[in-house]
């Protein structure tokens, strides 16, 4: 009886353990939505404040300089060598000083909502971009992806056009942006970073990255457009440590957990963006609007399903 009675003690807590990491990840992939579907509004926010470039060059200089610290001082860990240097400069040349450069220029023009919907978009960019790059035919799952991404945008982005919501000009910067960081993804995971810690590379990649907007930000300064009241330095500081940090890290997480579970969490994120910048931007939404997400959901449905075959 004793042992009838220890066994199922054993497999209760079995049951006790496995759930509580399943919350775990739930809550993890919940909050990483949440924080990435977060930047688009924390950048309108700002925008409202600065320049775009004084936003970019402030969120990356405070987000490098707490990862450095962490990295070098605290876990004491090594520097980058000679070839991981140049690496370093290229992915920060493109998911940093391109991707997030264009990305604040962009939310200029465009809504917050659909700052967050391109954003979702990035896994279909990756797929088309690595048949590019791989030299192979664009499979049939990856076309129609694409199309149904693309058409979902336009659209959420058609009623936006209207009312000075979006721009066309604001969209065309935008797609420009997720290409970018869709190159720098394949970048990354293309080249050999040896035993370099991710912090190490998050922290160098970042400074790098917003070195490349300094010329930028320089030429463009204007200080009659740059007040560094309480939007500004809550935009930046969101942006920088719960967004650049934040979401960096429980997303690692995820993919170590379950890197093809991990990606379904991307699907959240145009909902909640919507839902965001309805919320503190007042912004419109409309049978468009859940046309142009339900759109793009589909099309990413078809990217992360492929890669489970």
Known sequence: MSIVLNSFAAYNLKIVHISAKQIKVMLAGLAFALLWASASAATKIGLSSSQPFVIALTRFAVAAAIMLFVTHVLLRNRL???????????????NVG???????????????????????TNPVFISLIASIWFKRPVDKVTAISLVLCLAGMLVAAYPLLGDSHASLKGICILLLSMVSYSAGALYFSQKKWNDLHILTINGWQTLIGGLFLLPFMLFFYDPSLNHYDGNWLGSVLWLAIP???????????????????????LFLCPVIGFVIAAWLMKEPISSYTVAGVLLVIGGLYLVQRQKTA
């Open 243 to 265: 967004v650049s940090i934040g979401a960096a890290q429980l997303w690692l997480y995820l993919l170590r957990d379950n890197p093809v579970k991990a990606s379904f969490w």
């Open 80 to 94: 980058p060598l000679k070839e991981e240097w140049r690496q370093l400069t290229v992915y920060g040349l493109l």
């Open 98 to 120: 391109i991707y997030l450069g264009l990305y604040v220029v962009a939310m200029q023009e465009v809504s917050a909502g659909l700052g967050s919907l391109f954003v979702a």
